[in-house]
């Protein structure tokens, strides 16, 4: 059983309006160097916790926007069961943060853009879906795709050194 989804018709506003959030939380990562993902936990309208990448701050490779999402949301709530809560996040999330999601026991994960190198939740991986877990999320994908593609894109060409013009030589050159 297939629990990927489109993001057409699929409480469409909402979902956009908190991938938006996402996406001003990821422009904050931007800000100060880190990988531009956000992410927001969110139910019945009510957001309840959300973060954005902060591995390069922190030096810590497991500061990931979703597995910090979802800690705070405990938090929040005192308890790690999340149940009935959504987590929205700009970019589909990797093995370790997938983990976390079947973990804390998510009920939907939406997010924006694929990630055919590392993602979990559809493009290379279906952890979160996977029937042989005790815990499946729904997944709701492509939602804002573009604009989340776009601000990753963006972020990792400004990150690329600018390309010197080749010079080549005719002959030989002796010195």
Known sequence: MDFVESSLGNEGSWDQEMMRRSLMLAHEAMSIGEVPVGAVVAREGRILSQAFNL??????????????????????????????????????????????????????????????????????????????????AKVTAGVLAEDCSALLSQFFQSRRPARKPEIRSEGCLSG
């Not at 701050?57 to 979802?70: F, S, W």
């Not at 990797?94 to 976390?100: L, Q, S």
Request: net charge positive.
């Open 55 to 136: 591995r390069e701050t922190l030096n810590d490779p497991t500061a990931h926007a979703e597995r910090l999402a979802l800690t705070f949301a405990g938090r929040a709530l005192g308890t790690w069961r999340l149940e009935g809560y959504t987590l929205y996040v700009t970019l589909e999330p990797c093995p370790m943060c997938a983990g976390a999601i079947v973990q804390s026991r998510i009920a939907r994960v939406v997010y924006g853009a694929k990630d055919p190198k590392a993602g979990a939740c559809n493009s290379l991986y279906r952890l979160v879906t996977d029937p042989r877990l005790n815990h499946r």
